[in-house]
C-alpha cells in the first residue's frame, strides 16, 4: 500500500453545483431540495405552485444556502424553454437534476376516465422527459452531469386502482435505463437513475389514502404495502443526494428500491 495514501473523503460535497429540483414545493422535491443545498449546490426550486417554490428558496437562503425558485409546470414545453433560458443567463448551466414533480391520480381499471389517463401520463412521464432533454443539452455540453427520476414500487406490482399510476412509473423507469445506457454509450459521463420509494409520508400519500378509500379499509392498505411504517421524505432525500454525488460514480441506468422491505 502507498505510505502516502489518505483516508477518502466521505462527505457529500455539491459546491457551485447547479442543481434543479422539479416538485420542489412540497415532499420529496422539498427534502431534496434542502438536502443539495445543505451540501452546497445552488438549488434552482421548481413547481407549479410559485409560492410553495419561494418558500423553499427562502428557507434555504435563510439558512446560509443558495437557492433561487420558479414557477413551472413541467408538462409546458414553453415554459420548460423559459426556465432553461433563465439558468443559461443566470447560471450558466445545470450539473444536476430531480425530476419529482408528480400526481397520484388514479382510478379502477376500466373506469377511469381518458382525462385521469392524460394528465397522469402528461405529469409523471411527459414532464420528466421534457426536464431531462433540457437538462442533457447543458450535460452534453459540458459532458457530465447526474438525473433523478421519482419512479416509484408501483411500477414493480400491480395494486388494485393504481394501474395508471403505476404504468406511468414503470414508463419513467424505463426510459431511465435506456437514457442512461444511451448517454455513457455516446461517452457522456451523465448518470441517470431512477428511485423507487413505497409510501412515503407527503400530500401525495394522503391522495393514496383516498384512492384506496374507494376499495378497502386505510389500515389494511397501509399494511398491505409497508412494512409497519411510511418512510420519511428526507430517507428518500438522502438516496437522492447520494445518486447524486461523486460517490456514486459507477451507478447509472438503477432503479432502486428505498422501501424497508414492503416489496422485497
Ligand atoms: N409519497 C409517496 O408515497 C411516493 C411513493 C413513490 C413515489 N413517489 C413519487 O415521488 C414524487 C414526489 O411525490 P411526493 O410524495 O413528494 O408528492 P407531493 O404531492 O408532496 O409533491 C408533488 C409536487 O409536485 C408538484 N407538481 C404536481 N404537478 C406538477 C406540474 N405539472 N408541474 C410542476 N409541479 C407539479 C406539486 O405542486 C407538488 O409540490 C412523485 O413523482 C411521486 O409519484 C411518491
Redesign the pocket.
Known amino acids: 500500500m502507498d505510505d502516502a495514501a489518505s483516508l477518502p473523503e466521505r462527505w457529500i460535497n455539491l459546491s457551485g453545483k447547479v442543481a434543479l429540483v422539479?416538485?420542489a414545493?412540497?415532499?420529496?422535491?422539498q427534502a431534496a431540495a434542502l438536502s443539495l443545498a445543505g451540501a452546497g449546490a445552488i438549488v434552482l426550486a421548481?413547481?407549479?405552485?410559485a409560492d410553495?417554490a419561494q418558500d423553499v428558496a427562502k428557507a434555504i437562503r435563510r439558512e446560509g444556502g443558495q437557492a433561487d425558485a420558479r414557477a413551472?409546470?413541467?408538462?409546458s414545453q414553453a415554459q420548460w424553454d423559459e426556465t432553461t433560458r433563465w439558468v443559461r443567463e443566470t447560471r450558466g448551466t445545470i450539473d444536476i437534476l430531480v425530476n419529482?414533480?408528480?400526481?397520484?391520480l388514479s382510478d379502477r381499471a376500466g373506469d377511469t376516465e381518458l382525462d385521469v389517463y392524460q394528465r397522469t401520463f402528461a405529469?409523471?412521464v411527459e414532464?420528466s422527459l421534457l426536464g431531462m432533454a433540457a437538462a442533457l443539452e447543458f450535460m452534453r455540453a459540458a459532458g457530465k452531469g447526474a438525473i433523478v427520476n421519482?419512479?416509484?414500487?408501483?411500477s414493480l406490482q400491480g395494486n388494485p386502482i393504481m394501474a395508471s399510476y403505476g404504468a406511468s412509473?414503470a414508463a419513467i423507469s424505463h426510459f431511465t435505463r435506456s437514457a442512461a445506457k444511451e448517454t455513457m454509450r455516446a461517452g457522456h459521463d451523465i448518470r441517470i437513475n431512477a428511485v423507487l420509494?413505497?409510501?412515503?409520508e407527503?400530500?401525495?400519500?394522503d391522495d393514496?389514502h383516498a384512492i384506496f378509500d374507494k376499495v378497502g379499509p386505510r389500515d389494511a392498505f397501509v399494511k398491505m404495502i409497508t412494512t409497519g411504517r411510511a418512510g420519511r421524505?428526507e430517507e428518500v432525500a438522502d438516496l437522492i443526494l447520494y445518486l447524486v454525488s461523486d460517490h456514486a460514480s459507477f451507478i447509472s441506468g438503477a432503479c432502486i428500491v428505498i422501501d424497508r422491505a414492503a416489496s422485497a
Open positions: 422539479t416538485g414545493a412540497s415532499g420529496i422535491g421548481l413547481d407549479r405552485d410553495g413551472l409546470d413541467v408538462t419529482s414533480a408528480g400526481v397520484a405529469i409523471n414532464g421519482l419512479s416509484s414500487t408501483a412509473k420509494p413505497g409510501l412515503i407527503t400530500a401525495m400519500a393514496f421524505p
